[in-house]
């Protein structure tokens, strides 16, 4: 490695760090000196990178070894692995992949691979797995995201783009000096806002929030959790029922009509279709008026404050925020359809400081006031294989080759996957109903997964390729949505025989003669240093300088300038919605879209739209304890993202007994015969798992939470270290978009008489 002068970088989704080394092993990371705020989850890693959960040799399943493709089956998790040299696994991987796709054809390999890998530009485990099967014909792919895939398909019909919007919100500068009332569906949940895609240089949400604060801007959260809203600016919380978000923006719409606060002149101008939804709103096409009396019944909120925060809204400069999570319930299109709706009533889109935004900290660029540069990427050449799936069906897609499934408006196949590969990701913890997914997983032939510790993936796999960390290998941290821009060193040498992503695909191509198409003849320093020129050159598009490769390195980070001007999202449209038109078929906010209503799914229609979900509060179904359901809210984690470094020490720092905590009102468990700190069991009809109870006055009763990422620990149904997606239901949103709805879920609690639980 060549010695440098200055100190080494590493960047990831928790932010930059300094690397302190000594004896070829990471001592130590330093917050990186420009971050306000840093996040203590990135050190975690630096006790398990030679830990016993670290994967060091290729490893193979005994039985898929001895018995081949299809042997290993039900016995995914269970026997035991056999270490290989990187010849004998490249070699078995190479000819598994030549029969796949001899007798099934590429649509049999399945490479979603969902999840964040790296913060690396060019060791991004995702590109380089796709670069490599489309190199051989490609693969059935996964469409939208985890996080808001309900959003994702069903704004572009309402406003022309979702990710246009998500990367321009009105920035915290604009919210400071010209919003007077935020209203948080979902809250600002600072422990969100730790991460972000691709890298963190400084984190500026807590900032954000403060200084909105102390400009004197009044907060509200609506969420059952009083946490998802900073106790220091002092906010209104407004505990409603869960999964009831759409009733109270209908609640709070019809008293903006009713009583004339609606601003006519801007839906005229501005939106489509105002008068179907207004229809709707009166009650004209159901007999049933969506008044704040009628919200109230479901939010299980005053109808008075309904009324009260409808005026307030109409009578302040109003910014109107939905939290990602909103989406991951059932019928989750509705609640983002009925905000924007609810903003357009308010007449306030594309003014400073006011409208409507996706999240803010739901990650740190969101409100962040940044250039956006289209840095270059690794290029994935094309797919010739035109299957996929939402990315939330995977075990629908294991489970009914040559079933059908309907997704924004066309019926498309399930193929016949016989072969998974994933890398950088986990689907053991981003899907739900997971033992569920746990049968499926027993029905492909064989299972591949690039991987560097022993997590639950791994753990199901028939063929584990170890891989490197980023700590390992050197990279450009180029984030598009950060204006830091730092280079990830090469800290240590790889840990055992683990191998960069690249490498390992690389000497499989070998094998099947496209290494030079995957390659192009570049090394991966070549590599990164075109990536790096491509960048420059689009920066410089952008007005925008970047150095020369060398003064980069030398430097180790820079930081992009930002914009003079406070970002204000869809101004443009707002100033001349004609020369600027938004890309749907109105060129306008389309509050009716004929297109969704022409699809004809009864469980998305044309405009904002209340539909009770599968399971909540307010339909509590026979079966349950007497002392009533709970709903069970899982969110984010603010000890790690998803679960990556759950093994870790900050993620373990924060559970002493080894298992996830749970927060339960403290009334509900005084009606259970539960105390603080025992361990209890969370149950339904579809698993169990285990957690320890923390009780709070700051979470609705009848509700618990417990946060996801514990990595799953199976003893049957039940997971012994806390993973509440055994719990949670596999079901699309809607037929429109597929997305999950990990937040509809209903549970019992109670005590755990088994012995403690051994991690």
């Not at 081949?68 to 056999?82: H, I, L, N, P, S």
């Not at 309402?158 to 998500?166: N, V």
Request: aromatic content about 8%; hydrophobic content about 40%; proline content about 6%.
């Amino acid at each position: 490695m060549t010695r440098l002068t200055r100190d080494l970088y590493t960047s990831n989704h928790w932010g930059t760090y300094c690397v302190d080394v000594a004896e070829g092993q990471v001592t130590g990371l330093r917050d990186f000196p420009e971050d306000p705020d840093p996040s203590p989850i990135g050190h975690g890693i630096v006790d398990v990178l030679h830990g016993p959960s670290r994967i060091t040799a290729p490893m193979v399943r005994k039985s898929w070894l001895e018995g081949g493709a299809g042997a290993a089956g039900e016995r995914r998790g269970q026997d035991e692995f056999v270490e290989v040299t990187w010849d004998k696994v490249n070699q078995l991987v190479a000819d598994e992949l030549t029969r796949v796709r001899r007798d099934h054809g590429n649509s049999a390999i399945y490479a979603g691979s969902y999840g964040w890998a790296s913060a690396g530009r060019f060791h991004h485990a995702q590109s380089q797995l796709k670069r490599f099967l489309n190199c051989i014909g490609g693969y059935t792919s996964s469409k939208n995201t985890y996080s808001f895939a309900a959003a994702e398909v069903v704004v572009p019909h309402i406003l022309g783009t979702f990710r246009g919007f998500l990367d321009t919100s009105t920035s915290w500068e604009s919210i400071a000096s010209d919003c007077e009332l935020f209203v948080a569906f979902g809250g600002v949940p600072l422990k969100n806002g730790q991460i972000s895609q691709g890298g963190v240089g400084a984190h500026v949400q807590k900032a954000g929030l403060q200084s909105a604060h102390e400009a004197g801007v009044t907060f509200v959260n609506i969420s059952p959790l009083r946490s998802d809203l900073d106790g220091d600016v002092g906010g209104e919380w407004w505990p409603l029922r869960p999964s009831t978000d759409a009733a109270l923006m209908l609640g709070l719409a019809h008293v903006l009509l009713s009583e004339g606060l609606h601003d006519r002149a801007f839906l005229d101008r501005y939106t489509t279709g105002f008068d179907r939804f207004a229809a709707y709103l009166k009650g004209q096409d159901d007999g049933v008026p969506k008044t704040a009396d009628w919200a109230a019944k479901i939010c299980d909120v005053p109808a008075t404050d309904i009324r009260a925060l409808a005026r307030r809204m109409a009578a302040s400069r109003t910014m109107i925020s939905v939290a990602w999570a909103l989406t991951r319930q059932d019928h989750g299109e509705q609640p983002f359809w009925a905000a924007i709706t609810l903003a357009a009533m308010l007449g306030q889109i594309g003014q400073p400081g006011t409208g409507f935004a996706f999240g803010y900290s739901a990650m740190n660029n969101i409100g962040l006031n940044r250039h956006k540069v289209d840095f270059a990427s690794v290029p994935q050449g094309r797919n010739p294989v035109p299957d996929f799936i939402p990315v939330a069906r995977v075990t629908d897609l294991l489970e009914n080759p040559g079933g059908s499934f309907e997704y924004d408006g066309t019926t498309y196949e399930y193929p016949d996957i016989r072969l998974v590969w994933w890398a950088g990701g986990n689907p053991f913890h981003h899907h739900q109903d997971l033992n569920r997914m746990r049968r499926a997983w027993a029905r492909p032939e064989t299972i591949i997964v690039n991987e560097w510790c022993w997590n639950p993936l791994a753990l199901h796999a028939d063929i584990v390729l170890p891989c490197t960390t980023p700590l390992e290998r050197s990279d450009v941290a180029m984030a598009p949505k950060d204006p830091y821009v730092v280079a990830m060193d090469r800290a240590i040498e790889p840990v055992g025989q683990a191998r960069d992503d690249h490498d390992i695909f690389r000497a499989i191509a070998a094998r099947m003669n496209v290494e030079d198409a995957f390659t192009e003849g570049r090394s991966p320093q070549e590599w990164q240093r075109w990536l790096w020129d491509i960048s420059r050159q689009q920066a410089a598009q952008a007005g925008m300088t970047l150095p020369d490769w060398d003064t980069f390195q030398r430097a180790g980070w820079i930081k992009l300038p930002v914009p003079d001007a406070p970002t204000i999202m869809m101004e443009a449209f707002r100033n001349d919605p004609v020369a600027h038109p938004l890309a749907t078929p109105s060129g306008r906010i389309e509050i009716f879209s004929q297109t969704i209503h022409d699809f004809g799914y009864d469980d998305c229609p044309g405009h904002p739209t209340w539909m009770e979900p599968v399971e909540w509060l307010g339909q509590a179904e026979a079966g349950w304890s007497e002392q009533g359901p709970l709903h069970m809210i899982s969110n984010q984690p603010r000890n790690k993202l998803h679960s990556q470094m759950d093994h870790g020490a900050v993620s373990r720092a924060d559970r002493p007994k080894g298992v996830e905590q749970m927060t339960m009102h403290p009334d509900d468990a005084r009606r259970r015969g539960l105390t603080e700190g025992q361990i209890v069991r969370i149950h339904n009809a579809r698993g169990a798992c285990l957690a320890e109870l923390c009780l709070s006055d700051g979470i609705r009763p009848g509700v618990i939470q417990i946060s996801t990422g514990a990595w799953l620990d199976s003893d049957g149904d039940l997971c012994r270290h806390g993973n509440p997606n055994t719990l949670t239901l596999d079901k699309g949103t809607s037929q429109l978009s597929q997305g999950p709805i990990a937040h509809s879920c209903l549970v019992n609690v109670t005590a755990w008489d088994g012995p403690d639980p051994v991690i």
